[in-house]
Structures are given as C-alpha cells and as structure tokens.
C-alpha cells in the first residue's frame, strides 16, 4: 500500500524548471548566446540543494506504520538538530504538506497525497485493473472507483465517474476519510487491532459527513468485524447525502488486500436491497478478475 510519504511533482506544475529543461540561465541573463546543457548527474553535490534534501528526509519518515511523528523524534530519528527539523517542519505546514494535530503530532497533510498522480497512473495495479473496471463500469452505467489505503484516507487511483453522480469533486489523487467510504471501510476491516489503532483516532472522523455516517471507532468497529466476514463493504449515505456503494477488496499473489474498488450510486435511485442484489456480484467478479491478473489464487487462499 502507499504511504503517506508519496511525494512527487503536484498536480498542476507547468512543467519542468528551466534547469531541468536544459536552457543555459546564466547566458540568458547575461545577453549571451545560448548554448545547450549537458544533463547533469543527480550526484554532483554542487546542484544538491540542502534544504529541499532536509524536507524529503522528513516527510520519508511517514509510513503506515508511523504515520504521525513529533518533532523531536523526527530530529533523532534523521540525526538533524531539533532547530534545523522546527524549522523544516514549520515550512512543510505553511506549505500544506504536513498538518499539526491537537496532540502535537504532526502527519502528512492531503497536498502530500495529491501529488504525483501521473505516478499513480503508471503503477502496475492500476495498468491492469484498469480495462476490467472500465468494463464494469460500461455494464453497470454507474461510477467506479479504485483506491487504496493511505493513514486514516483513501487515496483514489482509478475514477471512471458518471456524469449523474453528487461527487463531483473526486478525482484521481483525491483523498477522503476511510471511515466514512466502503472501500475505506473494507481496507480498515483488513487491519488488526494494533494496526487499527495506529491508523484511526478521534480526527480520523471528519465533521462534515452524510447523515448514516459513524463518528466513533466504539461504533465503526461491529460493522468492521462483519465487513471482513463478509469479504464486501457498503456505504450508505455516510460520505455524503445521497450516495451509496458497494466495495470489494483486490488482492495480490500471496492473498493480501492491496486495494478496494466499488460502484457508487444515487441513492434515490438504487435502494441498498438492490444495490446488494444487483451491483455487488458486478463488483466482486471484477475484483476477484483483477486480483487474479495480480497473480492472485482464490482456490489457494
């Protein structure tokens, strides 16, 4: 699964610098004529730019395992001074990238995990599940989704949206609470009780939620427990009012749960009866034909 520390080049740049594209700054500057640079080799420690290495240092810190860290573990941790690390810390907040909580603990903020999605593209899960999703969603005519799990959110790598659907805002790269999403749903179910905890306390339950939503571990736990049962989760109207879905989990060779997908549907048109009857078999057989693409042996697990 990724990590909160995925960070690559954000959605929207322009392009790349005129370093990087090869243009000789300096003769520019200068009036001169132009000539064309050699490309440089990511060695040379007169291009190496400290303080941008400091950063990538610290936000390579946040895995699944440890997804929050305080500053002065951060600073043991990557042998820098407790001053250099604040500081570091500091710029990474104002500039979105990390989020301080009430606890003190900082994690990666959600510009961290909306970066990079032209990687997000590229990996193979998403080479291969995606011809099968586009096929589920052509049968059903409703959205599909892909994500995985990222801390307490769900990051979103393959979306084939519906124009119907109320969630227009979602998209590849985009990130929502786990515990209000079915494929968030499903993949907290995959946890134990130790990984459970290290991934989902009081702010993992945002306020602003659909009206079934629960809002407390205590009540998100029984349906966690007949969510890994039942091998299928279902949301209803718990992200937002009005829209329902069905998830199933996608796994790999050796059996684990690498990511979720789901159809999500307008709940005035799809009753939840209807929506397990009809749309939940669409969704497992798909998920169960992409884990088997990913190498996976449902008569062997």
């Keep these: 699964m990724p990590t909160r520390g995925r960070a690559t080049r954000a959605p929207g740049h322009s392009g790349p610098s005129v370093e990087a594209a090869g243009v000789d700054v300096a ?53 820098m001074p407790l001053p250099t690390v604040y500081r570091v810390v500091m710029t990474l907040c104002a500039e979105g990238y990390l989020e301080h909580l009430p606890n003190g603990d900082y994690r990666p903020g959600v510009k961290v995990l909306t970066l990079g999605t032209a990687a997000l593209r590229s990996l193979d899960l998403v080479e291969v599940a ?33 124009s119907d659907l109320v969630t227009a805002n979602i998209q590849v790269g985009s990130t929502l609470a786990a515990v209000h999403t079915s494929i968030g749903k499903l993949l907290l179910a995959q946890l134990d009780e130790e990984e459970l905890l290290g991934c989902i306390d009081e702010t993992s339950f945002p306020s602003n939620h659909g009206p079934n939503a629960k809002e407390t571990l205590a009540e998100l736990r029984t349906e966690l427990g007949v969510i890994r049962m039942q091998g299928w989760a279902m949301q209803d109207e718990e992200l937002a009012y009005g829209l329902r879905s069905v998830s199933a989990p996608i796994r790999d060779a050796t059996g684990s749960v690498v990511a979720g997908a789901n159809l999500a549907v307008q709940s005035r048109d799809w009753s939840s009866q209807r929506i397990v009857r009809e749309l939940k078999p669409l969704v497992v057989e798909a998920c169960s034909e992409i884990s088997g693409l990913l190498g996976h042996d449902a008569d062997r697990t």
């Excluded at 936000?59 to 600073?75: H, I, K, N």
């Excluded at 995606?130 to 990222?150: D, F, H, I, Y």
């Design 27 to 79: 003769g520019v500057e200068a009036g001169t004529p132009r000539t064309p640079l050699t490309p440089l080799a990511p060695e040379r420690p007169g291009y190496r730019v400290e303080a941008l290495a400091k950063g990538l240092r610290i936000l390579a810190l946040f895995s699944e395992r440890q997804p929050t860290w305080r500053v002065s573990d951060m600073a043991d941790e990557v042998m």
């Design 130 to 162: 995606t011809p099968r999703l586009q096929a589920l969603a052509a049968a059903s005519g409703e959205t599909v989704n892909m994500a995985v799990l990222s801390g307490d959110r769900v990051l979103y790598l393959v979306r084939l949206r519906n």
